[in-house]
């Protein structure tokens, strides 16, 4: 198992996240490390860019409470209390490629939380216009992939990925996702 930092750890502690009720309505909120330890409904958005060559745009997880820290990943938010889950998709597109415009997000699948895995996932996704790519102060933080490449990585090397790329890779991310251009 991928540990945490302490810092990490520390720093989300006290951010608060909504826990959803059994209809999947914000219920409450409280701090993430206690809604992991207790395995309450909470919602995560995930959101899926494309480079202008249809590749899906990967990148290095941080240290989280999520864990899996160091495995390829979509970009992840997880909605602030009050925020849209399409709002925490900007939000995620403006940190990762801070001098451009965000674009309009295409919905491609919203999957209910249950008990075995109480996250509900919002997945998104568009396409960037040539010459235009995520930024990050790391080296080999992006990895881009096609469609094939994709589902090698996951067949012969699954631990490499994490659990949220699993889950939409094994929903057919590429066959749902059209892409979504800045020029239409």
Known sequence: MVKTSPQVR???????I????????PLMHMPLAGILKQKLPFRLVIL??????????LCKRPPTPLGFSGTWDLFIAIPLPGEAR???????FASAIPRWEPPALKLIQTTAATPELPIQH????????TGVHPESQE???????????LAGLATSVP???SPTLLWAASRGLYQKALPVRFDE
């Open 139 to 149: 080296r080999n933080a992006f990895l881009y992939v096609d469609a094939d490449e």
């Open 159 to 161: 631990e490499l990925l």
């Open 86 to 92: 399409e709002d925490a998709a900007l939000r995620t």
């Open 48 to 57: 899926a860019l494309y480079d202008a060559e249809a590749r899906l745009i």
């Open 18 to 25: 909504e826990v959803l009720d059994a209809r999947e309505r």
């Open 10 to 16: 520390d720093a989300l502690a006290f951010e608060r």
């Open 122 to 129: 919002t997945l998104f996704h568009a396409t960037l216009p």
